[in-house]
C-alpha cells in the first residue's frame, strides 16, 4: 500500500456520540478496542467463527471482525460496557452471568452476553431449542455452555415476569 | 487491520457502477463475511475493494408492479426470514438461509452475496434454483435480468461484466413461479450451525385444484455438482401423475440420473447420492403437506 487511507468517522458508541479517524483497512473490532479502550470486544479468530467480538449495531448482532470501521458511519454500537449503569452496576444478565458460574476463562463472556443482550430486549418466550439457536453463533472452549443458557434462559423467565416458573430454582 | 491497497465506497449505485469502471481489478464487497474471511486467509489479499455496504436502496423485500417478488440484493438473511412477503409466498427461502452460519453472520450476510460468490453450498442457491428466480443486474448501460440458471457459470463464477461496470441489483421470484407453491429445504451438514452443507436439497411443489395430481414439481440441489443444478429428470418424471408415495419413491430414485456429486473430503459421492435421493423424497413429502395434499 503506497499511502495510508483514512477516513473519519461519526457514530453513537454505547449513547455518546464519538468522531475518529479510522485507516480504512481497521475492522470495527480495531477501532472499538485500539481508539476507544473498549477492551471486551475481545479477538478470537477474527474470521467470523467465534463471537468474541460480536458488539450490537443499531439493534443486531454483528461480529465486529468482519465489519469495516468505516461502515460504523451514523451507526449506534453498543459493547459490553454500555450494558453497565452509571455507576458500574452490572445489568441483570450480567449478573446472572455471575450466579450461574456462567464464566470460566471469560474470554466468550462479553460476545455471548451482547447475543443474549439483543434476544432479551426484543421482549418474547422462547423455547429451549430456539434459546440454543440463538445463542449458535458463539464458541465457549471452556465449553461451559450449560451455565451460560441458564443464565439467559432465567433472565428471559424474570424479565416476562414468570416468577413462578420451577426453572427458577434449578 | 485489513491488507487491502484501497477500499472504494459506493453511496449509490450509479457510483458503484462508475467505480467497477474506474477500477476493474477491485473487489466488490457486501456483508463482507466471505471478502474478508478470504482476505485473512491470504486469498485476496492485497486486493482493491469496492464497498456497496451503503446502498440501503437495495435492502428490501417488496411486490413489484408486474407481481414478482424482488428481493433487493443486500437484504440480509435474517431480514428476508422475518420479512413477511417472504413468508407469505417462498416461505422455504426464508428457512433456508436461516440455516447459514450463525447469527450474526446471518444478520451481516446478504442474498446478493451468497449467489454471486458462485458457490454451489450456499444455502439460498438451490432454493433459488427450484423457483426459476430471476437475477437483476444493472450495469453502464441499465438493467438486464438473467434466469438464475444461466447466472452461474461455472463453480465461483457468475455472469457479471466487470467491463460493463455490472453490479447484482435484485432477485425476483415471477408470480408463476410462487402461485400456490410450497416448498421444502434441507441442509444435510455436520454441525447446526456455521456449517457448509454436504448437500442441499430444495423441492417445491404446486398441486392440482383437488389436490391429486403433481401439477408442477421442481427440485434443486446445491453440492450435488460444480454448481447448483435441477434435476429435471426427476421433475418431468412426476409431473403429471398422481400424489402418491409410490411416486414420490421413484421421483427419489431418478434424481441419481440427474445429479453428479464428487467425492470430497466433507463426505463421498456415495453417500451424497445416498442422502439426495432421501432428502428429495422428505421435501417433496413436506411440500405435499403444506400444500394441502394427503398421502
Redesign the interface.
Known amino acids: ?1 503506497a499511502k495510508n ?1 483514512y477516513q473519519l468517522v461519526t457514530c453513537t458508541i454505547n449513547g455518546k456520540e464519538v468522531e475518529q479517524m479510522v ?5 470495527l473490532t ?1 477501532m472499538l478496542r485500539g481508539d476507544f479502550r473498549l477492551t471486551s470486544v475481545k479477538k478470537g479468530c ?4 467465534c ?1 468474541a467480538c ?1 458488539v450490537i449495531i443499531d439493534g ?4 465486529s ?4 470501521a ?2 460504523a ?1 451514523g451507526k449506534h454500537i453498543t459493547t459490553l460496557e454500555g450494558l453497565m449503569g452509571p455507576n458500574g452496576e452490572l445489568s441483570d444478565i450480567q449478573q446472572a452471568f455471575v450466579d450461574e458460574a456462567a464464566i470460566q476463562c471469560g474470554f466468550c463472556t462479553p460476545g455471548f452476553i451482547m ?1 443474549a443482550a439483543e434476544i432479551l430486549d426484543r421482549g418474547v418466550y422462547y423455547s429451549d431449542e430456539e434459546l440454543r ?2 445463542l ?3 464458541l465457549c472452549r471452556c465449553t461451559g455452555y450449560e451455565n451460560i443458557f441458564k443464565a439467559v434462559k432465567k433472565t428471559m423467565l424474570r424479565r416476562l415476569g414468570r416468577l413462578d416458573d420451577p426453572y427458577l430454582n434449578t | 487491520m485489513y491488507d487491502m491497497s484501497a477500499l472504494y465506497e459506493a453511496q449509490s449505485v450509479e457510483d458503484a457502477i462508475a467505480l467497477r469502471l474506474a477500477h476493474p481489478e477491485a473487489q466488490i464487497i457486501a456483508g463482507g463475511t466471505d471478502v474478508l474471511v478470504q482476505m485473512r486467509e491470504g486469498k485476496r489479499a492485497g486486493k482493491a475493494l469496492i464497498s456497496i455496504q451503503k446502498l440501503d436502496a437495495l435492502r428490501g423485500v417488496s411486490i413489484d408492479a408486474e407481481e414478482n417478488l424482488r428481493i433487493g440484493s443486500l437484504t440480509s438473511f435474517t431480514h428476508i426470514t422475518g420479512d413477511p412477503l417472504i413468508q407469505q409466498y417462498i416461505n422455504v427461502l426464508g428457512q433456508a438461509v436461516d440455516l447459514v452460519g450463525g447469527p450474526q453472520i446471518r444478520n451481516a450476510g446478504t442474498i446478493g452475496g451468497n449467489t454471486c460468490n458462485g458457490v454451489t453450498s450456499a444455502d439460498s442457491a438451490s432454493t433459488l434454483h427450484a423457483w426459476e428466480a430471476i437475477v437483476e443486474i444493472t450495469g453502464k448501460n441499465g438493467v438486464r435480468r438473467v434466469p438464475i440458471h444461466d447466472f452461474y457459470i461455472k463453480a465461483g463464477q457468475v455472469d457479471l461484466r466487470v467491463e460493463e461496470g455490472e453490479i447484482q441489483t435484485a432477485i425476483l421470484v415471477p408470480k408463476a413461479s410462487y402461485d400456490r407453491t410450497y416448498g421444502s429445504y434441507i441442509k444435510y451438514a455436520m454441525r447446526n450451525a456455521m456449517d457448509i452443507a454436504t448437500l442441499g436439497t430444495s423441492v417445491n411443489a404446486r398441486l392440482s385444484v383437488d389436490k391429486k395430481t403433481f401439477e408442477r414439481v421442481r427440485i434443486a440441489f446445491g453440492v450435488a455438482g460444480p454448481v447448483p443444478m435441477r434435476a429435471l429428470k426427476a421433475e418431468s418424471f412426476i409431473n403429471g401423475k398422481p400424489v402418491t408415495l409410490a411416486n414420490i419413491e421413484q421421483f427419489g430414485k431418478t434424481v441419481l440420473e440427474d445429479i453428479n456429486p464428487r467425492d470430497s473430503w466433507r463426505a463421498t459421492k456415495a453417500f451424497r447420492q445416498h442422502i439426495a435421493v432421501e432428502s428429495a423424497k422428505r421435501c417433496l413429502i413436506e411440500s405435499v403437506k403444506l400444500a394441502g395434499g394427503e398421502l
Not at chain 1, 485507516?23 to 475492522?27: F, L, Q
Not at chain 1, 477474527?46 to 467463527?49: A, L, M, P, T
Request: charged residues 25%; contains cysteine; proline residues 0%.
Open positions: 500500500m487511507q485507516d480504512v483497512r481497521a475492522s480495531d477474527e474470521v467470523g467463527e463471537g460480536n443486531e448482532c454483528y461480529n471482525c468482519l465489519y469495516l468505516v461502515w458511519e447475543t439457536k440463538l449458535s453463533g458463539h
